[in-house]
């Protein structure tokens, strides 16, 4: 036969010399070195327990020992045991104990007339993969915990079918104004203008909820204080407490809408003043030159010709002067204004 050739370490407390011996000649069966510690009552578990230099895999707790035993006794190994997992070893006599046990924080019991090399073997793989999937659980769940919470962006939980609130991080009380209270009273209609409630219904519908996993939209949203801001919104479904909801992330894009409406204002502006450029500015520039023209080509002008034609050079120059002036000023008053309502 195969052994397994893992370390397990492994803690057995058992006050019958008996019965510790039979469940370590099991161990051996099917475990090529199994590092083994026992204690024969609680007192000697407890200094194994608090030692900082072991690391056991998995426990096997016998109920009852000569100075501990019960509730207590199993309520004190659960404290000291930091989720390592525990299996009682018990008789036909505590067999119900031991079922209720398993709420206490117990991983599993054996029936100690039961117990063969393969039964022992299995609980033993059984539950130390079972705690550590329960650890990886818990980890992923603090995990998903801190990025909810830490996340700058506003972020939420809703009721698919009541749509009302059932968590909101920091960010979106700060961004919102609600209290977490507050916000656990409310449904998502209760952030939006009462003239866009029929259109949040329709995107928070059931049936289409179910059928879309995850949507991207842009929404009007209300804070406490009535300010209105329109946020780019990322949603998707996940399970939470047993049951599927929906959860939100809120970019509150309003400042940037308004830069971007500034801008196109400012765009506008400017096309004015470049018509201005390419059609109010032609004329008298086009006088100036066939003036010039005039004065190069024709050497017999009349002096009063002459003083005529610096009249209407001086006249010309005068109203393109004008025409820059106003062309500068206007330019100067052009200004990105990003409080500009969208």
């Known amino acids: 036969m195969i052994k397994d050739k893992s370390n397990y370490t492994i803690l057995i407390i058992e006050d019958n010399p008996g019965d510790l011996y039979i469940f370590k000649e099991h161990l051996k069966d099917q475990i090529a070195n199994p590092i083994l510690y026992t204690a024969f009552n609680y007192h000697d578990a407890e200094l194994l327990l608090l030692s900082n230099e072991i690391v056991f895999d998995i426990i ?18 659960v404290s000291l045991s930091s989720k390592t997992p525990i299996v009682v070893l018990t008789g036909y006599s505590d067999i119900q104990f031991s079922i209720k046990s398993l709420h206490l924080g117990i991983s599993d019991y054996l029936l100690k007339d039961e117990i063969t090399s393969l039964t ?24 998903y915990i801190d990025l909810f919470h830490l996340s700058p962006q506003p972020m939420w939980i809703y009721e698919i079918d009541t ?3 059932l968590d909101v991080n920091e960010a979106a009380i700060n961004n919102y104004g609600f209290s977490y209270k507050e916000f656990l009273s409310m449904t998502i209609n209760d952030i939006r203008p009462k003239y866009n409630a029929k259109s949040l219904l329709g995107v928070a519908n059931l049936k289409r909820e179910k059928k879309k996993k995850k949507f991207n939209g842009f929404f009007r949203h209300q804070k406490k204080n009535g300010e209105i801001i329109i946020v780019e919104v990322t949603s998707n479904l996940i399970s939470h407490n047993g049951k599927m909801v929906r959860i939100i992330l809120a970019n509150d894009i309003t400042e940037r809408l308004n830069y971007i409406k500034a801008i196109v204002e400012q765009n506008k502006n400017l096309k004015e003043i470049a018509w201005v450029q390419s ?24 002096p009063n010709d002459t003083d005529f034609l610096f009249e209407e050079l001086l006249k010309s120059a005068n109203e393109l002067d004008t025409i820059i002036r106003e062309i500068s000023n206007k330019a100067s008053k052009i200004k990105i204004n990003s409080k500009t309502k969208v």
């Open 163 to 165: 749509l009302f609130f």
């Open 279 to 302: 059609h109010v500015v032609r004329a008298p520039l086009a006088r100036l030159m066939g003036l010039i023209k005039v004065l190069q080509n024709d050497k017999g002008i009349m």
């Open 120 to 143: 022992l073997y299995k609980s033993i793989r059984y539950n130390i993969e079972r705690s550590k999937y329960i650890i990886q659980l818990e980890q992923s769940e603090k995990r």
């Open 60 to 77: 096997f707790l016998d109920l009852s020992l000569p100075d501990k035993n019960g509730v207590d006794l199993i309520n004190e190994i």
